[in-house]
């Protein structure tokens, strides 16, 4: 089993940045790949970003690309997402989840997941 906790979230003007953080504990942390998920009231639970179990591959959701960067520091059990010039549209609770072997942007491939930490972006 793995437990996830986020943090970071808050509320921030447009084109301001946040960096949400999750930290993993349980089972080995760095044996799997580590991604970010939002949703938004009304919407269903969207891919964000992810990242190998090394760090060497990462991939993005188009529409947070260039303007997000996800990471990891496996000797703390901790990822990360930094979130740059932030966008209404943006808003939403964010999930970091685990489980995965391999770099994937599929919700269901996904076994564990964080409680969620609340973005809100105002214009």
């Known amino acids: 089993q793995v437990r996830l906790v986020e943090s970071g979230g808050g509320l921030v003007q447009a084109g301001d940045s946040l960096r949400l953080s999750c930290v993993a504990s349980g089972r080995t942390f760095s044996n799997y790949a580590m991604g970010w998920f939002r949703q938004a009231p009304g919407k269903e639970r969207e891919f964000v970003a992810a990242?190998?179990?090394?760090?060497?591959?990462?991939v993005y959701a188009d529409s947070v690309k260039g303007r997000f960067a996800i990471s990891r520091n496996n000797a703390e059990n901790t990822a990360y997402l930094q979130m740059n010039s932030l966008k209404p549209e943006d808003t939403a609770v964010y999930y970091c989840a685990t489980g995965p072997t391999r770099l994937t942007t599929t919700r269901t491939n996904y076994r564990y997941w964080g409680q969620g930490t609340q973005v809100t972006v105002s214009s």
């Open positions: 990242i190998t179990w090394t760090g060497g591959s990462t």
